[in-house]
T-cell receptor, first 118, second 113 residues
């Protein structure tokens, strides 16, 4: 089946540094990928929709200058957390829809990246 | 936009019993309702989904029902096993071309052996 690969799975960084998370669709092309954030024991909150070849669409309350998204190819989207602070520590999960057409897409998730900012 | 509410937030059952998780949604145009299972620290995995043109779908011990009039859908797990213990999320896709899903708050299911 369709696989979404996400790296790194865990990252620890110092406050003020930037961290890049990669999300790849391994055996299919994903024109659209989604980035979610999940706090402990909470639900998945959509941060932004990543569109290949165009600017990402951010959800209300998500700072686009802090969470930079690049979707340069049909198989790769990256999320960069810039100038990370402890409150950015979270579980970030990317996902992509498999299958074309409005009515048939199934969402497949990457394994997630646990970010800890010291 | 779409709003999805999920109940209960925690559910504890004895092994072999059934478990039911319920969700409601707000956008009457929503047409796709998946359920995900997430084990601790892992990615959500799709376990079953239903589209708005059917009222019920079953896959072995798991079933989902959809009531479009009332705008709610439910996950039913029969003959629960300890390995069913996880967090379950319902989701709904509203009338948007971006295929965005809105998730419920999750239900932590604990199956006691």
């Amino acid at each position: 089946g369709a696989v979404v690969s996400q790296h790194p799975s865990r990252v620890i960084c110092k406050s003020g540094t930037s961290v890049k998370i990669e999300c790849r669709s391994l055996d299919f092309q994903a024109t659209t990928m989604f980035w979610y954030r999940q706090f402990p024991k909470q639900s998945l909150m959509l941060m932004a929709t990543s569109n290949e070849g165009s600017k990402a669409t951010y959800e209300q309350g998500v700072e686009k200058d802090k969470f930079l998204i690049n979707h340069a190819s049909l198989t790769l989207s990256t999320l960069t957390v810039t100038s990370a602070h402890p409150e950015d520590s979270s579980f970030y999960i990317c996902s992509a829809t498999v299958g074309g057409g409005f009515g048939a897409n199934v969402l497949t998730f990457g394994a997630g990246s646990r970010l800890t900012v010291l | 936009g779409e709003n999805v509410e999920q109940h209960p937030s925690t559910l504890s059952v004895q092994e072999g019993d059934s478990a039911v998780i319920k969700c409601t949604y707000s956008d009457s145009a929503s047409n796709y309702f998946p359920w995900y299972k997430q084990e601790l620290g892992k990615r959500p995995q799709l376990i079953i989904d239903i589209r708005s043109n059917v009222g019920e779908k079953k896959d072995q011990r798991i079933a989902v029902t959809l009531n479009k009039t009332a705008k709610h859908f439910s996950l039913h797990i029969t003959e629960t096993q300890p390995e069913d213990s996880a967090v379950y999320f319902c989701a709904a896709r509203g009338n948007n071309a971006g295929n965005m899903l809105t998730f419920g708050g999750g239900t932590r299911l604990m199956v006691k052996p």
